[in-house]
């Protein structure tokens, strides 16, 4: 079953904008996971943050997460053309049965140049 | 080049037939994942490994059947293929299961007719 699903679905905006992907999730996590996706590649870490966490910063990408609003957002800013791909969350829920990440849907981002 | 592979890349096969899904790892990793992605579905997870000799199902894994006899190799076999197991298959790969990021492959395109 889905945990996190990503919002919007499909996000186009100018090359030098900033863009802001938002997830939400159901249950407890342990932590919160976003991921690349290029066109007919396999997925690609981006940022780990953990259910103690409220913000962290890799380069130009910056995670939020709210576990009271079982929510994270993703904020890729100045964007670039080579960050045109589908960018998906998936969370490690606590207690859960299964020892996998359960991921979104994704959202695909396309950047205009 | 250390990394996870998988193959093959692309795979057509009937309905009916039995195949197999290479994945191999260089990292000696302990945690091994398959999943499978569809469109409207996201990711879900098939089957994962802990260690070598230890494998436990994840969301959806009727119709398939794993082996780890070594921590480096993580084959998915799909033992009557159904057209309803046409999917992109990705493997993956973590030093502590979903605590820690996963490192994905390029995937496997599998048709079955």
């Known amino acids: 079953s889905q945990q996190g699903e990503e919002d919007p679905q499909a996000l186009s905006i100018q090359e030098g904008e900033n863009a802001t992907m938002n997830c939400s999730y159901k249950t407890s996590i342990n932590n919160l996971q976003w991921y690349r996706q290029n066109s007919g590649r396999g997925l690609v870490h981006l940022i780990l943050?953990?259910?103690?966490?409220r913000e962290k910063h890799s380069g130009r990408l910056r995670v939020t997460l709210d576990t009271s609003k079982k929510s994270s957002s993703l904020l890729i800013t100045a964007s670039r053309a080579a960050d045109t791909a589908s960018y998906f969350c998936a969370t490690d829920e606590s207690g859960g049965g299964a020892d996998g990440l359960t991921f979104g849907k994704g959202t695909h981002l396309i950047i205009q140049p | 080049d250390a990394g996870i592979t998988q193959s093959p890349r692309y795979k057509i096969t009937e309905t009916g037939r039995q195949v197999t899904l290479m994945c191999h790892q260089t990292w000696s990793h302990s945690y091994m994942f398959w999943y499978r992605q569809d469109l409207g579905h996201g990711l879900r997870l098939i089957y994962y490994s802990a260690a070598a000799d230890i494998t436990d199902k994840g969301e959806v894994p009727d119709g398939y059947v794993v082996s780890r006899s070594k921590t480096e190799n993580f084959p998915l076999t799909l033992e009557s293929a159904t057209r309803s197991q046409t999917s992109v298959y990705f493997c993956?790969?973590?030093?502590?299961?979903?605590?820690?990021?996963?490192?994905f492959g390029n995937g496997t395109r599998l048709t079955v007719t």
């Open positions: 993956a790969s973590s030093v502590q299961g979903v605590e820690s990021p996963l490192h």
């Open positions: 943050i953990r259910s103690n966490e």
